[in-house]
């Protein structure tokens, strides 16, 4: 299906349920699925992994009420990018349309839901087997980071200029998009038109009084550890998937790797992971904050019921979704995540 099909079909409706870490949202996807007769297509971007699912809060099989895609579809550690899942996405919200239901994407993975949702374009070789990504790659293990960034430096001085020489996958990255006629530079100037793939999306935004969300966080991280985060861990590292755990998005996972191979405190675990996570809710803040198209729910003091009310009245407000409505509801400011 092309990106125009998509955008006439009458039956391809979408609605995402955005917003920082713990804050409700696959709870109130769900039912908000269950009321739309709809199917939940993931978006997180570390719940498409096998075997890692304590540390990600992924829903247990037996508790779901409506069908869920886009989940356990790679082993941690595998090969796996935005590109892959716009694919993937694509593909489940295509076949939800065709079965007459509703597209429900839930998750915090800002990148993740553009590129399944927005009108994206990434490099054609984006994974395994690619030879010019495996050429340049070979090219920084021979002659370092520098050089590799410098050799960027030398054929797109501006797109050199807005990536950091250590962040050796984007100068990669943008090497094969000049290999394939466009630049890093253009890309990214790019990134703030959000046009649309889907006519009918409408994106809902979940926010919470900092120190709500801040008890919530640590109450699901003290939850994670009863529920035996710790024997996730040990299982996957007994796996061969100590590279995936300890990569730098593993929050709940990379600190216990500690406690298992060194010893450490899981005290200091524990409150590492609450800290890491707190960070990570304000960053999806400041992403989600920067879409206009977002309408913003406080569900502080809301049932889920009472949540799922009024998010329907935000989706039907103003007829076909992802018209209007946007504009009539304040973003949460910075300072509601801060401290």
Sequence with gaps: MTASDDMTAPKTRVIAVVGPTAVGKTALAEEL???????????????????????????????RRVPYRCLDIVDPGAPYSAALFQR????AIAGIASRGRTAVVVGGTGLYLRAALDEMSFPRGEQVGNPTRERYEAYEAANGPRALHALLAERDPQSAALIHPNNVRRVVR??????????????????????AHYADTAWIGLAMNRQALYDRIDARVDAMIDKGLLDEVRLLLDSGFRDALTAGQAIGYKELVGVIERHERLEDAVAAIKQASRRYAKRQLTW?????RVRWLDVT???????????????????????????????????????
């Excluded at 699925?33 to 992924?58: F, H």
């Excluded at 989600?288 to 206009?292: C, G, I, S, T």
């Excluded at 935000?314 to 304040?330: N, V």
């Design 88 to 91: 993937d996405a694509r593909e």
């Design 33 to 63: 699925a269950v009321r739309l007769d709809g199917e939940i297509v993931n978006a997180d971007s570390m719940q498409i992994y096998r075997g890692m699912d304590i540390g990600t809060a992924k829903p247990p099989e037996s508790e």
């Design 288 to 292: 989600f904050r920067a879409d206009p």
């Design 174 to 195: 943008a090497l094969e998009l000049l290999d394939e006629g466009t630049t890093y530079a253009e890309q990214s100037a790019g990134f703030g038109d959000r046009s």
């Design 301 to 339: 003091d809301l049932s889920l019921s009472a949540a799922a009310d009024a998010a329907l009245k935000l989706i039907d407000s103003d007829g076909p979704l992802g018209e209007g409505g946007a504009s009539e509801l304040a973003a949460p400011a910075d300072a509601d995540l801060e401290g």
